[in-house]
T-cell receptor
């Protein structure tokens, strides 16, 4: 089955620890994205990548880091510098066709709780 | 710059009555526009998309949306609400002049009364 997989679904970490969230897609999509969702705030863009070995900061990149070594994978690391990391994290991917961005496919999300 | 404004943070309808979710966007180029639905603690599911073809777009579960360039709007409608439509809905715009970033509206929560 083609799709986008996030793991784990739930993650608990102690304050001050770095944690990496996994995102894998087998859709052969060019672009991948990480969003953070907090109650009542919609989705905010953390990082995005249009091609391998290249990525750009989104609106709330501070305290996060990413890599894009393979087309299929776009892991997100939540570092200890992120002041309020507890949130629901969503990964997405999409095809870029000329001047159009076709629909984004979303993973099922990872709920990170920092205690 | 692009932005998306969902004009209602919460919409409440009775089962069997029409649903209207309003979305306005700003974009410096011909955008791609999407509506997604999210049920609690789940990922987002695509309802429909506009990518420069027909301005009236039909989606899944009886939803449709009309792209109106003159009004910079992309409102989502459904003629008859069902209890299963209770969820959060997001309007999304992608603009090639803004690096194809997907920009989300703040979301509209729909409740359906029996």
């Amino acid at each position: 089955d083609g799709g986008i997989t996030q793991s784990p679904k739930y993650l608990f970490r102690k304050e001050g620890q770095n944690v990496t969230l996994s995102c894998e897609q087998n859709l052969n999509h060019d672009a991948m994205y990480w969003y953070r969702q907090d109650p009542g705030q919609g989705l905010r863009l953390i990082y995005y990548s249009q091609i391998v070995n290249d990525f750009q900061k989104g609106d709330i990149a501070e305290g996060y880091s990413v890599s894009r070594e393979k087309k299929e994978s776009f892991p997100l690391t939540v570092t200890s510098a992120q002041k309020n990391p507890t949130a629901f994290y969503l990964c997405a991917s999409s095809i870029l066709q000329g001047t159009l961005n076709t629909e984004a496919f979303f993973g099922q999300g990872t709920r990170l709780t920092v205690v | 710059a692009q932005s998306v404004t969902q004009l209602d943070s919460h919409v409440s309808v009775s089962e069997g009555t029409p649903v209207l979710l309003r979305c306005n966007y700003s974009s410096s180029y011909s955008p791609s526009l999407f509506w997604y639905v999210q049920h609690p603690n789940k990922g987002l599911q695509l309802l429909l998309k506009y990518t420069s073809a027909a301005t009236l777009v039909k989606g899944i579960n009886g939803f449709e949306a009309e792209f109106k360039k003159s009004e910079t709007s992309f409102h989502l409608t459904k003629p008859s609400a069902h209890m299963s439509d209770a969820a959060e809905y997001f309007c999304v715009v992608s603009d090639p002049a803004n690096d194809y970033k997907l920009s989300f509206g703040a979301g509209t929560t729909v409740t359906v009364r029996a």
